[in-house]
């Protein structure tokens, strides 16, 4: 009987006479259960983290590429051909060079 209680002991050492569970062995349970908890529910808060920075980073990416939308339309109005000639004429007084100004090279 002895050698069959010394096996018990060896298979289950946090069992006791009665055949129940220790108290230190449910704290390690719940122990673990609590770290597996925790880290389920921290890796959800930096999922959800992740896709608040996700979502930032295109609201600035749409904000961006409407900026350059614009600043190429502004280009493009800038570099009209009718806007620099209004602005040599009216700013800058020239006119056209006469017919004998002009020196054609070849």
Do not use: C, N
């Not at 018990?8 to 770290?35: N, V």
């Amino acid at each position: 009987m002895q050698a069959v209680e010394v096996l018990k002991q060896r298979i289950h050492p946090q069992e006791d006479a009665s055949g129940r569970i220790g108290y230190s062995t449910w704290i390690f349970i719940a122990s673990i259960l609590m770290a597996v908890a925790l880290l389920y529910v921290w890796s959800h808060i930096h999922m959800t983290e992740l896709e608040y920075q996700i979502a930032r980073e295109l609201s600035s990416r749409e904000q961006i590429a409407e900026e350059q939308t614009k600043l190429k339309v502004e280009l493009a109005t800038l570099k009209s051909p009718r806007r620099i000639e209004t602005i040599a004429r009216e700013k800058l007084q020239m006119t056209y060079p006469e017919r004998k100004q002009v020196i054609v090279l070849k």
